[in-house]
Antibody, heavy 117, light 109 residues
Framework: EVQLVESGGGVVQPGRSLRLSCTASGFTYGDYAMNWVRQAPGKGLEWVGVIRSKAYGGTTEYAASVKGRFTISRDDSKSIAYLQMNSLKTEDTGVYYC????????WGQGTLVTVSS | QTVVTQEPSLTVSPGGTVTLTCASSTGAVTSGSYPNWFQQKPGQAPRALIY???NKHSWTPARFSGSLLGGKAALTLSAVQPEDEAEYYCLLYFAGAQVFGGGTKLTVL
């Protein structure tokens, strides 16, 4: 079964950092790009960024709202994608999902990040 | 900054047909934007329905179809069922970045 599981969420103060993980199983992880998407409470979905597969250079792209603060990386040996979030703001609060490739399938169950003093 | 616009809400009767649209602030939506459509029910993660304009996943009910319509991406639901009540999001690709629409809350009433 193809599955994605996010972890690492929690409560953090503004200005601090947090790293999320997305652990994949059931497919050849290294062959796929991985996306991060977030959803603020009661709001819509927002694409955060993507890391391409090594075959496509392992390059990254980010939404303007997180560029320079968030970094996506991957460890293909462990089938994990990471989202390093620095200089967190209250508006970064929400559920963070990972999803596979250009067709965004599947999705994990999400992990909640709360940025609050 | 690119904005993707969807109808905030739509209502349809059971058994009816409804079309949700997805427009881009940069101009006409084309297949090059690789339109995706997702369904999200309360308390659940989103689920992919349509990819690359009109392609269905193996679990996508036949009553869902995707297309390009009048310069927009479109999701049409035919013979709507009560379980189709949900939030629907489109997603468009723009030169390396992806942008979600604001979502359409579909009520089946």
């Amino acid at each position: 079964e193809v599955q994605l599981v996010e972890s690492g969420g929690g409560v953090v103060q503004p200005g601090r950092s947090l790293r999320l993980s997305c652990t994949a199983s059931g497919f050849t992880y290294g062959d796929y790009a991985m996306n991060w998407v977030r959803q603020a409470p009661g709001k819509g979905l927002e694409w955060v960024g993507v890391i391409r597969s090594k075959a496509y250079g392992g390059t990254t792209e980010y939404a303007a709202s997180v560029k320079g603060r968030f970094t996506i990386s991957r460890d293909d040996s462990k089938s994990i994608a990471y989202l390093q979030m620095n200089s967190l703001k209250t508006e970064d609060t929400g559920v963070y999902y990972c999803s596979r490739d250009l067709w965004f399938d599947p999705w994990g169950q999400g992990t909640l990040v709360t940025v609050s003093s | 900054q690119t904005v993707v616009t969807q109808e905030p809400s739509l209502t349809v009767s059971p058994g009816g047909t409804v079309t949700l649209t997805c427009a881009s602030s940069t101009g006409a939506v084309t297949s090059g934007s690789y339109p995706n459509w997702f369904q999200q029910k309360p308390g659940q993660a989103p689920r992919a329905l349509i990819y690359n304009t009109s392609n269905k996943h193996s679990w996508t009910p036949a009553r869902f179809s995707g297309s390009l319509l009048g310069g927009k991406a479109a999701l049409t639901l035919s013979a709507v069922q009560p379980e189709d009540e949900a939030e629907y999001y489109c997603l468009l690709y723009f030169a390396g970045a992806q942008v979600f629409g604001g979502g359409t809350k579909l009520t089946v009433l």
